[in-house]
């Protein structure tokens, strides 16, 4: 009787280990998340001091106090012998060395000597605007600096985080008109956007779709990409061309690239070496193939040229204070990310 009490207790306290696994990934990427989020702000006002530091301007140089705090903060939520405190630091310590690197190769662009004042823009954001730091110049010169930390070889354009499905998305890349996004959602079965957006799967759906219809897809079905030919080169390249210009924002930012793993500094992505003009239907091609772990329909959708991934988009559904909850698989968000 006490060896099977015994068991039992042992099983319930294995339950407990197994369903706390479960739950520490989730609770990492929250971590992972707001450390990140530090380290963005961290990148921008490092890179503005050096710019100040080699211009020699006359210039109280940014306080990082509250960016070091947020990665502080994040790291010490940690247990302390987990493996990403390491990884932290070495991150943030890689993204320090490439804004002095990447200092340096801004000033190189233009005469330093000209160089009056750095502003830290990025709490700015508005009609698509992409910097996170404006040079001004003497005679009222500005040029607008776009500071990106670069995750998995992808870069969000600007605005390209966003749970605007229509206007920030479909109409955007797809030239989708009111009309069409409202006749759509009800072919999918949706009254209302509150409807569409009550599970992040049904936008899926309807991204499938817009995707299929307005590039032409042929051989293509919403839960099958493998074999689909795009018929409508024009919005195909109508697509790129939009992608392009909100890369660098309706500001017209530089876009400067700083990667967290070895701290290299890169401008462009995998999209400025194709020329758009001269691209035909049949160098383009989809991912994924098929959804992954059976579902009915995919999260991510990525355009090829050459074989090679361009952008991808990504629905997501709600985390943070949702993370566990009924409201949890809500969308949240569709992400538009060019790959470097």
């Given at each position: 009787?006490k060896?099977?009490?015994?068991?039992?207790i042992?099983?319930?306290?294995?339950a407990?280990t197994?369903?706390g696994?479960q739950?520490n990934?989730?609770?990492?990427?929250?971590?992972?998340?707001?450390?990140h989020?530090g380290?963005?702000?961290f990148a921008?006002?490092?890179?503005?001091?050096?710019?100040?530091e080699?211009?020699?301007?006359?210039q109280f140089?940014?306080?990082?106090?509250?960016?070091?705090?947020?990665?502080?903060?994040?790291?010490e939520?940690?247990?302390t012998?987990h493996p990403?405190?390491?990884?932290?630091?070495?991150?943030?310590?890689?993204?320090?060395?490439a804004?002095e690197?990447?200092a340096?190769?801004?000033l190189?662009?233009?005469?330093?000597?000209?160089?009056?004042?750095?502003?830290?823009?990025?709490?700015?954001?508005?009609n698509?605007?992409?910097?996170?730091l404006?040079l001004?110049?003497?005679r009222?010169?500005?040029w607008?600096?776009?500071?990106?930390t670069e995750?998995?070889?992808?870069?969000?354009?600007?605005?390209g985080?966003t749970p605007?499905?229509f206007?920030k998305?479909?109409?955007r890349y797809f030239?989708?008109?009111?009309?069409?996004?409202?006749?759509l959602?009800r072919?999918?079965?949706h009254?209302?956007?509150?409807?569409l957006?009550?599970n992040?799967r049904?936008v899926?759906?309807?991204a499938?779709?817009?995707l299929?219809?307005?590039?032409?897809?042929v051989?293509c079905?919403?839960d099958?990409?493998?074999h689909?030919?795009?018929t409508?080169?024009?919005?195909?390249k109508?697509?790129f061309?939009?992608?392009?210009?909100?890369?660098?924002g309706?500001?017209g930012?530089?876009v400067?690239?700083?990667d967290?793993?070895?701290?290299?500094?890169?401008?462009e992505?995998?999209l400025?070496?194709?020329d758009i003009e001269?691209?035909?239907a049949?160098r383009?091609?989809?991912?994924p193939?098929?959804?992954?772990?059976?579902?009915a329909?995919a999260?991510?959708f990525?355009v090829?040229?050459?074989?090679?991934?361009?952008?991808?988009?990504?629905?997501?559904?709600k985390?943070?204070?949702?993370?566990g909850?009924?409201?949890q698989y809500?969308f949240?968000?569709?992400t538009?990310?060019?790959?470097i």
């Amino acid at each position: 009787m006490k060896r099977r009490s015994l068991a039992i207790i042992l099983a319930f306290l294995c339950a407990l280990t197994t369903v706390g696994a479960q739950q520490n990934p989730p609770a990492f990427a929250v971590i992972e998340g707001i450390f990140h989020d530090g380290l963005g702000t961290f990148a921008e006002l490092k890179l503005a001091n050096k710019l100040i530091e080699l211009a020699a301007i006359d210039q109280f140089p940014f306080d990082l106090t509250a960016s070091e705090a947020k990665m502080r903060e994040a790291a010490e939520r940690l247990p302390t012998n987990h493996p990403a405190r390491k990884k932290f630091e070495t991150e943030k310590a890689n993204i320090a060395a490439a804004t002095e690197r990447g200092a340096a190769a801004l000033l190189s662009r233009t005469d330093k000597t000209s160089l009056v004042r750095v502003l830290h823009t990025a709490k700015d954001f508005s009609n698509a605007k992409a910097a996170d730091l404006v040079l001004e110049f003497k005679r009222g010169l500005q040029w607008p600096i776009s500071v990106k930390t670069e995750k998995s070889n992808k870069i969000a354009v600007a605005e390209g985080q966003t749970p605007e499905i229509f206007g920030k998305w479909a109409a955007r890349y797809f030239q989708v008109s009111q009309a069409e996004f409202d006749a759509l959602q009800r072919e999918l079965g949706h009254d209302s956007l509150g409807d569409l957006k009550s599970n992040y799967r049904n936008v899926s759906r309807l991204a499938a779709q817009v995707l299929i219809r307005k590039l032409g897809l042929v051989d293509c079905r919403p839960d099958d990409f493998s074999h689909a030919r795009v018929t409508n080169l024009e919005a195909a390249k109508f697509l790129f061309r939009r992608l392009m210009q909100f890369k660098h924002g309706n500001d017209g930012s530089t876009v400067i690239i700083f990667d967290r793993e070895n701290g290299s500094v890169a401008w462009e992505s995998r999209l400025e070496g194709i020329d758009i003009e001269k691209l035909t239907a049949d160098r383009i091609s989809f991912r994924p193939s098929r959804p992954r772990n059976g579902q009915a329909i995919a999260t991510e959708f990525g355009v090829k040229i050459d074989g090679q991934v361009i952008v991808t988009f990504q629905i997501k559904h709600k985390r943070g204070r949702s993370r566990g909850s009924q409201r949890q698989y809500e969308f949240s968000d569709i992400t538009t990310r060019l790959i470097i």
